[in-house]
Structure formats: structure tokens, C-alpha cells
């Protein structure tokens, strides 16, 4: 279940196609990474530690805790990169 | 006209308000933002995709921030700008600078640091949980992506914004479950007095305070945060007041204790730090001219001391004088002289910000063990107690070396406050007596390659490898 809720009444924007844990999603034009898996998710990832779900903290690019994980290699913090057509993610370890 | 290379880290009021000073003197300074558009976080501007009302984003300060915003987009020309660009290490006279995955040097002559600041935290159970987040945090989610944190959100914690946030929800068609300041009622009446040098600014405060009360939001002061309940998610927050518990079901936390200035690259820099008593934090020292210890390194907003949007502007334009006439330009004293007594208000205003908002005085004493202290490598106050029991530590450092606090990527901006209040409760010493941890590059995590790219490596001639 989704994490953030949008805002009502705003301007309609370009839909952007990703994929997210191997389902086909959508989003937003203008979202960050976070704000698209966090609409429809409740998890960015998990601690490499316990397993733990987390779902990044301050937003702005302080606390390193939003990094997500995409199936083609790189990490992203979340929070501050902008959500781009055609990108992979995953939440969970394949 | 100088040749002098001018660089600005940091596009909020501070930086900006430098810049059109420079410029003004002929100067075309170099601004560094990490940012994509400028503004800062109090002023940050949403994507270009998703552009609303400034009225909206900014309520009460939007005169304030189409001010400072269309000045600088009016002083674009005549700015080299940066945006998306991180300052990863600061040495001598040379920034290391990353755009695009690539990084590159950066030489200047004078250096205006204008950083800012992010939420000061003072963690409590359950803070990991999805859905909880820093006040700030709550905040950027509405103002840059249009989002609530959760339709039900309970705001806490202390500190001005607050009340700012929680009244933004509650406008914004959120249900605010509830405000749990952990700062006594009592402490607003005592600061009064010097809140009063700033009255608009107080009035704000009163005047969220009344509309949240108004709307039916529960408002409750000298709280003890206990614990965020949920499995995967936030469900429900546990607190208590005068000695009865409670407990507030919600989709979403907010809560952040005040401000903390981001001075990584101030101490990269080479500058000297003095423990503030009033933040209850080392920052860098500075004169009221905002030049630091190290000749052609400045400081300005709130990344120098935590004095908010107003005084940043002040102190960015004052800063940039104080750099124009190190390189022996004519700098207007009158201006200097009228922007440092405009500083001076900010500051007696600050104080009586610190009493209003106290950090709830017990806090350490009453963490428990299995509190995570660090978000990153998951340590706990009760493994941080130990190790300052066991091998009698009394000093951050060596603390990180010993336990790994502040050693994750976050390089220690979450967890610092909470650990040095943990050191020094364990060890019975005063905060400013365990130090401050020691600020190593890169700021924030770089990509390995870059590393690999960035390093000076001659191949090794055929004759040397080993195979």
C-alpha cells in the first residue's frame, strides 16, 4: 500500500512508464524515484543488516537512507534523482 | 573589475543574497548548488513539471521568497551557475566538485560557504519505520512533490517548524492526528520577551497554533516520545505527558528537534570551531563580518549558525562585503554596518527561539538500550553506553572508531547530536567535552569509479607489474 498520498486538484502531468519489483508502473512527469515507488509501495528497500524495511528519512538528500536499488546495477538516491521512462527498480533482493 | 575567482556554495537566501551583492560590485561569482533549481530548502521551487502558486508553496513568506527567487533569476546573466553540482571535499584553495558522474577541480580565491542545515534529531523507538520522517522531510514532500507523508500524520518533536508543518497538512487536506511538543507550554510564555524582537514572526507562531487548535487538532506540550508501533510500516505512536501514556494511531510521523547547521565543509576548509551554547553545537567561528578563521573563507546562514531565512539573507550579503574587500574592492560601510545591527536582532530572536523550543533536557538519560542511535549501521545507545563503559571513551572520534557511529553514509548528519548527548550522559561530562566528530571527504557517497577516475594512477609501467 502506498506511503505518500497526492496532493488533490493539481495540474495533470505526463505519465512516466518504470518498473518496480518486475511490475510494469507508472508515475508521474516531475516525480523523484522515492516519490514514484512510495505512491504505490511502502518500502524503498532493505537494511543489509536485519532486513528491515525502510523508506528514507529527510528528504533532502542528507541521510543517505533512500538509496534504491535498480535491476541494471546502479544505486539511486531516491529522494533527489528525478524518475526516468523505462527505469528498473527493485525493492527487495532478487 | 577583479580577476578574483568568487565561489558560493549553496543557492538558498544566503547564497543568493551574496551573489547579487558580488554582482552588483562586478564580480561574476561562481554559485555551486547541489540542488536542480535554486532557492535552498525554505525556498526550495518544485520541478519544472510540476510548477504551483507561490502563495501554495511558500504561504506567509511568498513575498519573501518571489523577492529573493527573482532577483537571482534576474542575476542569472551575469552568474556562473551551477546547479546539480555536490562539493565533495574542500582543501586548501581547491574544491573537488561532481556533475554528471564526473568530478573536477575547482580553484578560487574567496569562498563564500552558505550550506544550510538539516533537521537536528533526536531519535526515538520505532524511527526507522517507513513513514517516519523529519519535519523538514514532511515538508519538502509537500512543497517540491506535491505529497502528504500519509493521509493521518502526527507532528513531533519541537522547534518552530512544528507548528509550521503541521499547520501546512492541515491546509493541504491532510488529518493531523495530532502536535506533541516535547518542549513545556510554559517555556513560550518565558521566551516572549525576546521572541518579541522579531513580533511578525512570533505572531506567526500564535497564529498556526490557534488555526490548528481551531481545526480540531489535539496540541500537546512536554511530551515524551516512546515508541513508533507498526510492522512494515508506522501505525501508531506511543507518548506521554504529566505521567499518563497515550497513544495516537497514524499513517505518518514528522518530527524533528530544531536545526543543525551542515559545516562539513567549513572544517574541510581548515576553519577553527567554537562550541555554541546556545545550539548546543560546534560551529565554525566567524566574525560578525561573517569571515571565518581561514583568510578567504566566509560564512554565511544557516550552515554558520542556525538564525533562519531572514538572517541568511542578511548574513550572505554581508559575507560577500566582507570578500569584496579582502580582494580590494569598495565595499559601502554604511550597508556593512546596517546589514550587521539587522543580524543582531536575528540573534536575540534566536534565543528566545532556544527557550521556547528547549530539547527535552533528559533525553539521553531516558533513551533505551535498544534505541537505533544510527540509521546506517544500525548502532544502539545501549552499544554506544557500553563502549564508553568498557573503554572509558570520552570523546566522538574515538567512539566512531570504536562503534561505527557516524562512519555510514551519512558521515554522522543524523546521529551526531544524539550520540555526543549519549557520550556525554554515559560518561557524566558536559556536551561541548566529547568534541565533535571530525569531517572527512567525500561529504556524501561518490560513485567507485569516480574514485578510481579521480586518483592520480600512472599505469604501471609492464616491466613493474607482478604478473
Known amino acids: 500500500m502506498a506511503l505518500l498520498q497526492r496532493l488533490k486538484n493539481l495540474a495533470p502531468r505526463a505519465t512516466v512508464h518504470f518498473e518496480l519489483d518486475g511490475a510494469a508502473c507508472s508515475a508521474q512527469q516531475g516525480d523523484t524515484v522515492l516519490t514514484a515507488i512510495l505512491t504505490q509501495a511502502d518500502r524503498l528497500r532493505e537494511t543489509e543488516f536485519g532486513a528491515q524495511p525502510r523508506a528514507g528519512f529527510c528528504l533532502i538528500g542528507a541521510c543517505q537512507d533512500c538509496w534504491v536499488q535498480s535491476v541494471d546495477g546502479p544505486r539511486f538516491r531516491a529522494c533527489s534523482t528525478g524518475l526516468e521512462d523505462g527505469m528498473r527498480l527493485c525493492t527487495r533482493p532478487a | 573589475m577583479t580577476s578574483a575567482t568568487v565561489v558560493i556554495v549553496g543557492a538558498g537566501p544566503a547564497g543568493m543574497r551574496a551573489a547579487e551583492q558580488l554582482v552588483a560590485a562586478g564580480v561574476r561569482p561562481i554559485v555551486i548548488d547541489e540542488a536542480p533549481r535554486f532557492g535552498g530548502q525554505i525556498y526550495r521551487q518544485p520541478p519544472m513539471a510540476l510548477q504551483r502558486e507561490r502563495r501554495d508553496l511558500y504561504g506567509f513568506e511568498a513575498g519573501k521568497a518571489a523577492a529573493v527567487l527573482d532577483r537571482f533569476t534576474a542575476l542569472l546573466p551575469h552568474i556562473d551557475y551551477r546547479p546539480d553540482t555536490l562539493v565533495w571535499q574542500a582543501e586548501g584553495k581547491t574544491l573537488q566538485l561532481l556533475r554528471d558522474g564526473r568530478s573536477e577541480p575547482q580553484a578560487f580565491d574567496a569562498l563564500i560557504l552558505a550550506t544550510g542545515a538539516t533537521d537536528r534529531v533526536l531519535p526515538f523507538p520505532g524511527w526507522t519505520l ?7 522531510a514532511a515538508q519538502v514532500a509537500l512543497k517540491y512533490q506535491a505529497c502528504l507523508i500519509g493521509p493521518r500524520v ?10 509550521l508543518v503541521a499547520w501546512q497538512y492541515a491546509s493541504h487536506g491532510g488529518q ?4 506533541l511538543d516535547s518542549a513545556a507550554f510554559g517555556a513560550k510564555l518565558a521566551a516572549l520577551p525576546k521572541m518579541l524582537a522579531r513580533p511578525s514572526v512570533a505572531a506567526k507562531g500564535a497564529y498556526f497554533l490557534a488555526r490548528l487548535r481551531l481545526a480540531g487538532v489535539p496540541v500537546h506540550h512536554g511530551v515524551q516520545l516512546l515508541k513508533a508501533e507498526g510492522e512494515s510500516r508506522v501505525t501508531g505512536l ?12 497514524c499513517d505518518a510521523v514528522g518530527f524533528g528537534h530544531g536545526l ?5 565543509l567549513a572544517d574541510m576548509a581548515g576553519c577553527a570551531f567554537d562550541y555554541n551554547p546556545l545550539e548546543q553545537a560546534w560551529l565554525p567561528r566567524r566574525s560578525a563580518a561573517g569571515r571565518s578563521s581561514v583568510r578567504g573563507v566566509y560564512l554565511a546562514g544557516d550552515g554558520a549558525a542556525i538564525l533562519g531565512a531572514d538572517a541568511a539573507e542578511l548574513s550572505g550579503a554581508r559575507a560577500a562585503l566582507a570578500a569584496l574587500q579582502d580582494v580590494a574592492l569598495p565595499v559601502s560601510q554604511a550597508t556593512a554596518a546596517q546589514l550587521e545591527s539587522a543580524s543582531r536582532r536575528q540573534l536575540r530572536f534566536r534565543e528566545g527561539l532556544e ?7 533528559r533525553w539521553a538519560a531516558e533513551a533505551p538500550d535498544e534505541l537505533i542511535v544510527c540509521r546506517c549501521e544500525e548502532v544502539t545507545a545501549g552499544e554506544l553506553r557500553l563502549c564508553a563503559k568498557a573503554t572509558g571513551t570520552r570523546e566522538m572520534n574515538r567512539l566512531k572508531a570504536l562503534t561505527r557511529i557516524g562512519m555510514g553514509r551519512c558521515q554522522g548528519r543524523i546521529c551526531a547530536p544524539a550520540a555526543a548527548r549519549l557520550l556525554a550522559d554515559a560518561v557524566g561530562c558536559e556536551l561541548k567535552d566529547v568534541g565533535r566528530l571530525r569531517s572527512q571527504a567525500p561529504v556524501k557517497p561518490l560513485p567507485i569509479r569516480l574514485m578510481r577516475d579521480t586518483v592520480d594512477s600512472e599505469p604501471v609501467p609492464l616491466d613493474e607489474r607482478d604478473d
Open chain 2, 130 to 136: 517507513p513513514g517516519v520522517y523529519t519535519l523538514g
Open chain 2, 154 to 163: 502526527v507532528f513531533a518533536g519541537t522547534g518552530p517548524l512544528l507548528y
Open chain 2, 176 to 179: 493531523v492526528a495530532a502536535v
Open chain 2, 238 to 249: 506511543t507518548w506521554q505527558a504529566g505521567g499518563v501514556q497515550h497513544r495516537t494511531a
Open chain 2, 260 to 264: 543543525r547547521s551542515e559545516t562539513q
Open chain 2, 355 to 361: 527557550t521556547a523550543f528547549a530539547l527535552p533536557p
